[in-house]
C-alpha cells in the first residue's frame, strides 16, 4: 500500500515539476528570424521569465516542417501582423534551434 501511494504521488508530482522548467512570457513579438533548417525564431518585447536549461537566448522557437509548427506559425504570423499580444509556453526542450526553447504553446488575449 504505502508502494502504491509513493508511486501515485511521484506520478502527480513528475508533470508538474516538468511544467515548471519550462518558460513563458507574454506581449508584442518584436522580431521574427527564418532559419534554414525550418526554425522560426520568435523575439518578444518583453523579458521571459523560467527558460528552459537549455535555452540561453531571450526568445522561442517554432519547428515548421511539421503541421503543428506550421498551425503555430500562421497564428504567431497573423499576431504580428496585426500587433496582438501573445502569450507564450515554451515546452521545457529545445528542440527547434538548440539554444532556445521550442513552443508548446500560445494564447492570443
Known sequence: M???????????????SM????GSG???????????NGAVLVYLNSPLSGLASCSTAERFAV????????????????AHANRRPVQIYGS???????DTESVSYFVLP
Open 2 to 16: 504505502k508502494m502504491t501511494c509513493a508511486i501515485l504521488l511521484l506520478c502527480s508530482i513528475a508533470p508538474l
Open 19 to 22: 511544467e515548471a522548467r519550462a
Open 26 to 36: 507574454g506581449g508584442a513579438i518584436s522580431q521574427m528570424l527564418f532559419m534554414p
Open 63 to 78: 519547428n515548421a516542417n511539421n503541421d503543428v509548427g506550421k498551425a503555430q506559425l500562421a497564428g504567431l504570423l497573423m
Open 92 to 98: 521545457g526542450q529545445c528542440d527547434a534551434w538548440g
